[in-house]
């Protein structure tokens, strides 16, 4: 399993210069390996001393795998060949050309070195010292120096002996039934719908006024606190599929929750995207399963009579006398998928 580490450089002026202009001969590299890939139609074989000489040698492998990447992707996509781009701005060193003690050890071109003192808290010094440290990516955003480390781990012992459902919404971001009986809520629908409306409304009062600077500025805090809003719900859901000894949690596709939701036009599918993809991530991390399912009629089916029953408001009810919220019907039967 790979987990990332993130770690705030502090270079001086002039390592700072040598970096920019590592990432902008990265960029370029890549734009000129895509253009060779384009022009040919395929993936061709580009020697490494053809490429710039002041990347490092296994950065030069790096340039290549990032350009396959973004020429396979765009075959995929059918995107026209003309606007595929390399946009990234960052370098990319391999495991063998840095070294990480008290302080980063990089090589930048043929020979030299670039030893550059750096910042880790407590928890990310305890990560990078988990595992074997395979690649870093150097990245500078918001006037700070980022250095992202991918760290090879062994797989964690599989965890628990009971499955859990989650049913992710708008109203109520997510309510998670589990085999044993449990119902639990996480999050604030209403707090997510608040900062999206009234964020959407200052917006749009600014967009009137072109007032750019500060639009970008806030684009910024919104997106910041939506996420460690996204980051709270995952870790008290694991937090509670631990207490719960659970050892696989269940949650629906997400290409068909979009069609589901009436009101899906608030937040879009991305907020979706992440919540799961922050759940994956943690509960990889501590051994528990994920499996993704159909969600077909999951709101729908009455959990005692498995009769079908169309709800128009919150509160669901069957006509055996079944009664519940909406959401919680819907996360009771995600987590009887497997077992029925
Ligand atoms: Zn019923």
Avoid at 147 to 159: A, E, F, G, N, V
Avoid at 198 to 208: A, C, D
Wanted: charged share 25%.
């Amino acid at each position: 399993m790979y987990l990332t580490s993130k770690i705030i450089l502090h270079p001086t002026p002039q390592q700072e210069i040598t970096l920019k202009s590592l990432i902008s001969i990265y960029k370029n590299e890549v734009n000129e390996c895509l253009g060779k890939f384009i022009s040919n139609k395929k993936i061709i074989w580009i020697p490494y001393s053809t490429l710039n000489r002041h990347l490092p040698w296994e950065s030069k492998k790096e340039v290549i795998k990032e350009a396959s990447k973004i020429f396979r992707d765009g075959l995929r996509r059918k995107s026209d060949s003309q606007n595929t781009h390399f946009k990234g701005d960052y370098c990319k060193w391999h495991c063998d050309s840095f070294t990480l003690d008290s302080k980063l050890n990089l090589q930048v071109g043929q020979q030299s070195r670039l030893i550059v003192e750096f910042y880790a808290d407590d928890y990310q010094k305890q990560l990078l010292s988990s595992g074997y440290l395979t690649s870093l990516k150097i990245e500078k955003t918001n006037k700070k120096w980022y250095c992202y480390i991918k760290i090879l781990k062994p797989d964690p012992q599989p965890y628990g002996e009971h499955v859990m459902g989650i049913d992710l919404g708008i109203k109520v971001p997510a309510v998670a039934a589990t085999s044993t009986g449990k119902i639990r809520f996480f999050g604030n629908g209403r707090q997510v719908r608040y900062i999206c409306t009234s964020q959407t409304s200052r917006l749009s009062k600014l967009m009137r006024n072109k007032n750019y600077g500060l639009i970008r500025k806030m684009d910024h805090k919104w997106g910041n606190r939506l996420l460690s809003i996204d980051h709270q719900i995952s870790k008290s859901i694991i937090d509670f599929a631990l207490r719960e000894n659970i050892r696989m949690i269940l949650l629906e596709d997400l290409n068909f929750i979009q069609k589901k939701s009436d009101s899906g036009k608030k937040i879009s599918s991305w907020s979706y995207m992440r919540l799961k993809s922050f759940l994956e991530y943690k509960a990889n991390k501590n051994g528990i399963k994920i499996q993704i399912i159909n969600p077909y009629n999951t709101s729908k089916r009455c959990p005692n009579c498995s009769r079908i029953n169309i709800s128009t408001s919150r509160g669901y009810k069957c006509s055996c006398g079944y009664k519940n919220h909406r959401d919680v019907v819907g996360a009771i039967n995600i987590c009887n998928y497997n077992l029925s």
